[in-house]
């Protein structure tokens, strides 16, 4: 099916059906239910666990391959939301010229970092982007201001030209983001009985979107170029010594994260048209190898675990306060229910980031292949224990068969 194989088919389409279903999926609890805090299936959200994850795509597509270790992706999540806010501003607020000019320009600057940045190997390479990545954020930030606006960020108004488009909306505010007049922010909500699901124009763009990304990262990954990558993951200089450059292919593969990046950036600014500063600080670009690490370097679908995962915590766990805590144990007596809301507290709320941390802790120590190594654990433990049913069922048919 569409050139992969069938294991990489059944991966995809598990993959969409997991995404496409996902505002069923991301919200088990009922509305009214003490644990619909941890329901995660409405569109602010669900948009942002598809893009951080065409985010960490890409970079596993640099990291997971070729295994060189960039700390400056965030500049090109930054380029491209930069590029789409412009495009939104000058011509048209249709998202799908925005996207366009997103990859080109991220992928142009990919190349001009990339040229020089893969000089260098190792951790003198993740230097190099993130000496980058800090001076694209001081450009950004305090510089570049007639382009950037600074800190305050690029925002859209009602003085944009836009050519080919409105600007100023009926209602005389500023246009909204739209593919071909379907608004990005148009929602429909089912409710079914006590359940609420909510279906975005916003999400299902960026899902279809996400779902071509990770197609494209499944051909790369099995084709000869990606097998290139990973000869000089595993070994560089033996792979020079057989008269192959490396260079041309670090270089295309380092392109394409970026464009990557920019892509996810640009889908940033098509839901919310805002681009800041923020968006190219260096701990944007040690969240996607964060991400990319928590799922699984390497591995096709671990981004994409590990972004969701990461993302989930940000947006749940940082909504859990004092009062929620105390809902939650009030049918213990008074002295036990503060006793555990003071326990659990640096966990939750501004603390999100410890749990995460020890979690993170967790999977590098007893699962070093991620989310997915741990999925594959779980899977062979089923497989073991089918097996030895199996094995014991059929000695005791052998037993109750009569010696001849």
């Known amino acids: 099916m569409l050139g992969l194989d069938r294991k990489d088919a059944v991966l995809l389409v598990l993959v969409a059906i997991l995404t496409l279903c996902a505002p069923f999926i991301l919200n088990p609890f009922p509305a009214s239910s003490s644990l619909a805090q941890f329901n995660a299936g409405y569109p602010d959200l669900m948009q942002r666990f598809v893009i951080f994850g065409i985010f960490a795509i890409g970079f596993n597509i640099l990291f997971g391959l070729t295994g060189y270790l960039s700390f400056g992706h965030a500049a090109f999540l930054g380029v491209g939301s930069y590029a789409a806010v412009w495009m939104f501003k000058l011509l048209t607020m249709n998202v799908l010229p925005a996207l366009i000019l997103s990859v080109i320009v991220s992928g142009l600057f990919a190349l001009v970092i990339g040229y020089v940045s893969l000089r260098r190997s190792g951790i003198y390479f993740s230097i190099l982007t993130l000496a980058f990545a800090q001076m694209s954020f001081a450009l950004a930030y305090s510089v570049l201001t007639p382009i950037t606006n600074g800190e305050t960020g690029l925002q859209l108004s009602l003085n944009d030209p836009r050519i080919l488009g409105q600007s100023m909306a009926d209602d005389g505010g500023i246009p909204v983001t739209s593919l071909f007049g379907m608004e990005m922010r148009a929602t429909e909500v089912l409710n079914l009985g006590p359940w609420q699901f909510q279906f975005s124009v916003g999400y299902y763009l960026c ?198």
């Open 207 to 404: 899902a279809l979107i996400m779902l071509v990304a990770f197609y494209l990262s499944i051909r790369i990954f099995r084709s000869p170029f990606g097998m290139m990558l990973r000869a000089v993951k595993s070994n560089q200089q033996r792979m020079n010594y057989t008269g192959l450059n490396a260079r041309p292919y670090t270089l295309a593969a380092f392109v394409i994260s970026g464009m990557y990046a920019g892509l996810a950036g640009g889908l940033l600014a098509c839901m919310d048209p805002l681009a800041g500063a923020e968006r190219m600080q260096w701990t944007a670009s040690g969240e996607v190898v964060l991400m990319t690490i928590l799922g699984g370097a390497g591995t096709l679908i671990g981004p994409v675990l590990g972004a969701g995962f990461i993302k989930y915590c940000e947006n749940i766990f940082s909504k859990i306060n004092d009062g929620v805590l105390h809902q939650w144990f009030a049918f213990l007596p008074d002295g036990i229910e503060d006793l555990l809301v003071t326990i659990v507290h640096p966990f939750v709320g501004k603390g999100w980031s410890l749990t995460l941390g020890l979690l993170f802790m967790a999977v590098v120590i007893f699962l070093p292949g991620g989310l997915v190594e741990g999925g594959q654990r779980i899977r062979n433990l089923f497989r073991r224990k089918g097996a030895n049913a199996s094995d014991a069922e059929a000695d005791a048919a052998k037993q109750q068969t009569p010696a001849e």
